[in-house]
């Protein structure tokens, strides 16, 4: 079982930047493959982001690459989001999530594990 507790989202304005972090318990977390997916009001849950467990390999949606980079920390079981130049659009619920496979596919498709998501606002 792993536990994902996101931390880092908030209030910011246009143009503005923000980190997102995802700390995982368990001893396995090093081959997990790590996602971020968010939720804007009205709208279904959609991909962000994804890394394989030795961040050789990311995925990004169109929509926000370019302005987003996911990273991991292994030794400290955790994976980041760091959102830059964002917009109102950006505007969601942001879950952390972690899938067992090695393949980002099935992250995207179906996450294994999800955290209780992290609410971003940015104001125009």
């Known amino acids: 079982q792993v536990q994902l507790v996101e931390s880092g989202g908030g209030l910011v304005q246009t143009g503005g930047s923000l980190r997102l972090s995802c700390a995982a318990s368990g001893r396995t977390f090093t081959y997990y493959t790590m996602g971020w997916f968010r939720q804007a009001p009205g709208k279904e849950r959609e991909f962000v982001a994804a890394?394989?467990?030795?961040?050789?390999?990311?995925d990004y949606a169109d929509s926000v690459k370019g302005r987003f980079t996911i990273s991991r920390d292994n030794a400290k079981n955790t994976a980041y989001l760091q959102m830059n130049s964002l917009k109102p659009e950006d505007t969601a619920v942001y879950y952390c999530?972690?899938?067992?496979?090695?393949?980002?596919?099935?992250?995207?498709?179906?996450?294994?594990?999800w955290g209780q998501g992290t609410q971003v606002t940015v104001s125009s």
């Open positions: 999530a972690a899938g067992r496979a090695s393949a980002i596919l099935a992250l995207k498709t179906r996450p294994d594990y």
């Open positions: 890394i394989s467990w030795n961040a050789a390999m990311t």
